[in-house]
C-alpha cells in the first residue's frame, strides 16, 4: 500500500465493502499508522452516531388493531372500502393470562391506578358448558392477585365476534344516543384486557360501560384504564374466574344520531277529510355503522351538564367536568339523572312504564335490517308514554351504516275530519289571503293516542282524477300533544282574493274648546270588502279587519255573513262563499278622536 | 415449537386468525422502525405499515419461497419508495400529533420523563445528535436510504438487501458506500471524537 489508507477504503473496511485485498492491505498499515488508526476512530465515530435512531419500536396497540380491523373489514363484508379509514369502536381483547411468564415491569402510577382488592375466593368450579366450549380452563391455578401490567407490546389482540344484539335509544333534542350492545367476549381464567377504540366516532368516553350477563359474581369489571398518549383508546382491567365465552353488555352515549319526524297529508278531493302519514328518518354520522340495531326515540326534552360532540372530540377521556357524575353510572338506564323532570330510576323511566299503545301499520318501507334487502315487512313503530317524554320503539332491527340515512314509516290515519280555512289579515299577512287546514289530535279526529313530534308537513290534494295529487302546501309544525288543535298554514291562496276598497273618507263632528280651538272630531271612513273564490270548492273565508284605535262604531251592510269583535280594536267577518262566486258587503267605520272619546268610555 | 414466518402465513391462509396476528407482532415493530427512518413521518409509517400488511395478507399466495423477512421488506420498500415519489407533490403534516419528527413518539415531556436521561442538558444535546442523524439520513437519494436503512437498522445482509431491491449485491454495495461517504460528510461528531 503506497502512502495513507483513504477515506473511502476505510469505509469500506469498516462496513466490510472491501475486497479481501484490500482489506488486508488497510489492516496491515493501520498497524503501523497511527494517523490512520486515528482516522479510522474518528470515522467510526461519525458512523456510531447513527445509533441514536436505532432504538427499539414498540407498534402502538390503536396501530394493531387497525390492521387487524382493516383485515376483518377487508373480508366480505367491505362496508366502507376505506382501508385507513378509521375504526369505529373495535373491540380487540387483550388476554394477559398467557403472557404472565413475559416480562413484568413495575407498575407506573399514572398507567395503572391502584386496584381496589378484588375478592379472592376459591377458584368456583366452572358449568360444563364453559368448560366444554374451550376447554383451556385451569381451574385449579390460582389467579394473580395484583393484576399484571400491559405494555402496548405485549397484548395479544383478538377481533371480537359481531354484536349480538345492539339497541340504540336516541334523544333527538339533545343529540344524544344511548347505545348498548350485546357481545360474546372469550375470557381466560385470569386477568383480561377489554380494550376499546373510538376513533373517528362521536362516543363520549367517559360514559362507557361493561357489565357481564352472565356469571356476574365470577367476573368482576375493575377499571378503565385510558393509556397514557394513546387518544380514543380505554381498556378495562377485568378479573375472570371463568374461562370461556361471557356475553357482555356495553354502553355508551354518543352523538351524531338523530331523527326527525315528517307528515305527508293526502285532503280528499272535497276536503273535508285528510289522510295522514307518518315517517320517522334516522340519520347517522356518528361514525359507527349500527347492524341490525333496535332503534328507540325519545321525544322530548332532555338537559344534559356537557355536549355529547364535545366530550367525544376531547383529547382525554378524564378531565371531564362530568366523569365522576358519569363514571358513577352503573347501568344504561341510569341516564335519567341528565332529565330535568324524570324519573330517577332510570329502568322505571325507560322501561317500565305501562300504556303501550301500538298503533297503525306502515307500509312501503320496511324490510328486516338492511338498505334495498329483505322482504317488504311492514314496521310498526310503537310508542310508550313516559311521564312528559314519548318513546317511540321501531319494529324489528334496523342497519343504520355511518351517514346513511332510513325513512321508517310511522303511523297512518285514514278520515281524519279537517276544516279548511282561508283567512285575510292585512296586519300579518299583507294583502294576501291564507290558506289554512286544521284538525286535533284527538280520537274524534282518528289520532290522539300518542303526541305527535316537531316535524314537516306536507299536504296534498287528491284531484279526484285518477288519483292525482295537487301540492296544496307545506309547513313545519311543533309537538302536538293529545288534545290539542292544530293548525296547519299551508302559504298563500291563489284561488280566493279579498279586496278591501277605501270608497269614502270624511271628518265629521267636531268639537271646540273654549279658545275656539279643534279638541276633538269623528272619522268616518267606508270601505267596500270582496271576496272573490274562483275554486270549484265552496269556502270559508275569516276577514281581519284592525281599526287601530278602540274608539269606534261600525256599521254593516251587503252580504257580510257574520261579525265578530276580535279584541278591543278589530273585527272578524267569517263568510261562506260558494264556488266561483263573490261576495261584497261594505261597512262604515266611524272612530273618535279627542274629546269625542269622553263620553264613549 | 416456535413457527415458522412462513408457516404462519400458510396458516393465514387456511383461515386461522390467530396467524397473522402473531406474523404482526413478530414483524411489526422492525417494519414499523424502518418506515419511520425512511419517511421521517410517524403519520406517513403508520400508514405505510398498514398498507404494508395489508398487502402481505393479499400477497400472501405469492411468497413462494422461505425468505419471508426480505419479502416483507420489499413491500414496505416499494411503498415507502413510492411514498418519496407523491412526496414530491404534496406533503401531509399531521397538527393534532405530538410527537416528534423521527416518529419515535417521543415528546419532550417524554424524554424528560424518562429515567435514562434525567438531565436536561443531556436531553437536549441528544436531541440534536438525533435531529442531525435524521437530516443526514433524509438528505440521501431513497435508493441509497433504503440500502443504509435495511443494512445498518435492520442487519439486513447485502444479498438480503439485493434480493429487497431486485438488484445485484454489488450495487447494494455501492449504493452502501456512497450513502456512507455522503454521512461521513454530513453526520454529527461522535461523542468524545476530537476534530
Redo the contacts between chains.
Keep these: 500500500m503506497n502512502g495513507h489508507a483513504s477515506?473511502?477504503a476505510l469505509?469500506?473496511v469498516?462496513?466490510d465493502?472491501a475486497s479481501d485485498e484490500e482489506r488486508a492491505a488497510v489492516q496491515a498499515h493501520l498497524e503501523t499508522c497511527a494517523a490512520c488508526r486515528a482516522l479510522r476512530d474518528?470515522?467510526?465515530?461519525?458512523?456510531?452516531?447513527?445509533d441514536?435512531?436505532?432504538?427499539?419500536?414498540?407498534?402502538?396497540p390503536v396501530?394493531?388493531s387497525?390492521?387487524?380491523t382493516?383485515?376483518r373489514r377487508?373480508r366480505p363484508f367491505g362496508v366502507r372500502g376505506a382501508?385507513?379509514s378509521a375504526i369505529a369502536a373495535v373491540l380487540v381483547i387483550g388476554s394477559l393470562a398467557t403472557l404472565e411468564h413475559l416480562v413484568r415491569r413495575p407498575q407506573p402510577e399514572d398507567a395503572m391506578p391502584p386496584v381496589a382488592s378484588a375478592p379472592r375466593s376459591s377458584p368456583p368450579r366452572l358449568q360444563d358448558s364453559i368448560m366444554g366450549s374451550v376447554g383451556l380452563a385451569k381451574a385449579d391455578a390460582a389467579i394473580e392477585e395484583v393484576p399484571p401490567f400491559a405494555p402496548a407490546?405485549a397484548i395479544?389482540?383478538?377481533?371480537l365476534p359481531r354484536r349480538d344484539a345492539l339497541q340504540l335509544t336516541i334523544y333527538n333534542a339533545a343529540d344524544l344516543t344511548l347505545v348498548r350492545e350485546t357481545r360474546e367476549l372469550t375470557f381466560k381464567r385470569g386477568w383480561n384486557w377489554l380494550q376499546l377504540m373510538w376513533a373517528n366516532t362521536l362516543i363520549d368516553p367517559t360514559s362507557l360501560s361493561l357489565e357481564p350477563l352472565e356469571h356476574a359474581d365470577k367476573i368482576e369489571v375493575q377499571q378503565l384504564v385510558y393509556p397514557p398518549?394513546l387518544r380514543d383508546l380505554g381498556r378495562w382491567l377485568i378479573r375472570s374466574e371463568v374461562s370461556g365465552q361471557v356475553p357482555v353488555r356495553i354502553t355508551y352515549m354518543t352523538s351524531g344520531l338523530s331523527w326527525r319526524a315528517f307528515y305527508m297529508g293526502t285532503l280528499t278531493p272535497d276536503e273535508k277529510q285528510m289522510h295522514l302519514a307518518g315517517y320517522v328518518r334516522v340519520d347517522n354520522q356518528s361514525g359507527e355503522d349500527y347492524e341490525n340495531a333496535q332503534v328507540r326515540l325519545v321525544v322530548g326534552r332532555v338537559h344534559l351538564l356537557d355536549r355529547i360532540a364535545d366530550l367525544a372530540r376531547r383529547p382525554q377521556p378524564y378531565g371531564s367536568p362530568i366523569p365522576d357524575r358519569l363514571h358513577s353510572l352503573r347501568r344504561a338506564g341510569d341516564l335519567s339523572v341528565w332529565f330535568e323532570n324524570g324519573d330517577q330510576d332510570g329502568d322505571k323511566l325507560l322501561f317500565g312504564m305501562d300504556g303501550r299503545n301500538a298503533w297503525g301499520m306502515m307500509g312501503g318501507m320496511g324490510g328486516m335490517g338492511g338498505f334495498g334487502g329483505g322482504l317488504p315487512v311492514p314496521k310498526e313503530i310503537a310508542k310508550e308514554g313516559l311521564s312528559e317524554y314519548f318513546l317511540y320503539t321501531i319494529e324489528g332491527t334496523e342497519t343504520i351504516p355511518h351517514q346513511w340515512g332510513k325513512r321508517l314509516p310511522s303511523f297512518e290515519a285514514d278520515r281524519i275530519p279537517v276544516q279548511s280555512l282561508y283567512k285575510y289579515d292585512e296586519e300579518r299577512w299583507g294583502g294576501q289571503t291564507m290558506r289554512f287546514l286544521s284538525f286535533v289530535n284527538d280520537s274524534e279526529h282518528e289520532l290522539g293516542q300518542t303526541p305527535l313530534p316537531d316535524g314537516n308537513v306536507a299536504v296534498y290534494r287528491n284531484t279526484g282524477q285518477e288519483g292525482h295529487l295537487a301540492y296544496a302546501g307545506a309547513m313545519a309544525v311543533k309537538y302536538i300533544p293529545v288534545g290539542e288543535k292544530v293548525e296547519l298554514e299551508l302559504g298563500a291562496a291563489q284561488q280566493v282574493k279579498v279586496e278591501p276598497v277605501l270608497m269614502d273618507t270624511k271628518t265629521d263632528h267636531y268639537a271646540f274648546d273654549p279658545k275656539g280651538n279643534i279638541s276633538g272630531w269623528d272619522q268616518i271612513d267606508t270601505w267596500r270588502i270582496t271576496v272573490t273564490n274562483t275554486r270549484t270548492l265552496p269556502v270559508k273565508v275569516e276577514v281581519y279587519r284592525h281599526f287601530g284605535t278602540t274608539y269606534w262604531e261600525q256599521t254593516n251592510a251587503g252580504d257580510f255573513g257574520t261579525c265578530e269583535k276580535d279584541g278591543a280594536d278589530a273585527v272578524k267577518y267569517i263568510l261562506a262563499v260558494e264556488p266561483a262566486s263573490k261576495k261584497t258587503f261594505t261597512y262604515v267605520l266611524t272612530t273618535y278622536h279627542g274629546t269625542r272619546r269622553e263620553n264613549r268610555r | 415449537m416456535e413457527r415458522s414466518d412462513r408457516g404462519l402465513l400458510e396458516a393465514h391462509r387456511g383461515g386461522d386468525p390467530q396467524a397473522f396476528a402473531e406474523l404482526v407482532r413478530r414483524h411489526g415493530p422492525a417494519v414499523l422502525g424502518y418506515l419511520r427512518k425512511m419517511t421521517g413521518n410517524a403519520d406517513t409509517a403508520d400508514d405505510l405499515f398498514q398498507e404494508t400488511f395489508r398487502r402481505v395478507h393479499e400477497k400472501a399466495h405469492t411468497l413462494k419461497s422461505d425468505r419471508f423477512k426480505p419479502w416483507l421488506f420489499t413491500i414496505a420498500t416499494r411503498l415507502a419508495l413510492d411514498g418519496f415519489r407523491r412526496s414530491r407533490r404534496v406533503t401531509f403534516l399531521s397538527l393534532d400529533r405530538t410527537e416528534g419528527p423521527d416518529g419515535d413518539g417521543q415528546t419532550g415531556a417524554d424524554c424528560l420523563a424518562d429515567e435514562a436521561a434525567c438531565e436536561p442538558v443531556e436531553v437536549m444535546a441528544k436531541d440534536e445528535r438525533r435531529r442531525q442523524v435524521r437530516q443526514a439520513i433524509g438528505g440521501l437519494p431513497p435508493r441509497q436510504r433504503v440500502t443504509l436503512v435495511l443494512a445498518y437498522y435492520q442487519r439486513l445482509s447485502y444479498p438480503e438487501i439485493a434480493e429487497v431491491l431486485g438488484c445485484s449485491t454489488g450495487a447494494v454495495k455501492t449504493q452502501m458506500f456512497r450513502a456512507l461517504k455522503s454521512l461521513a460528510q454530513r453526520l454529527p461528531e461522535g461523542v468524545g471524537e476530537m476534530t
Aim: aromatic content about 8%; charged content about 30%; overall charge negative.
Design positions: 477515506e473511502d469505509i469500506r469498516l462496513f465493502l474518528r470515522l467510526a465515530a461519525r458512523f456510531r452516531s447513527l441514536e435512531l436505532d432504538e427499539p419500536v414498540d407498534v402502538p396501530l394493531l387497525q390492521v387487524a382493516g383485515l377487508r382501508w385507513l407490546s395479544e389482540l383478538n377481533v398518549r
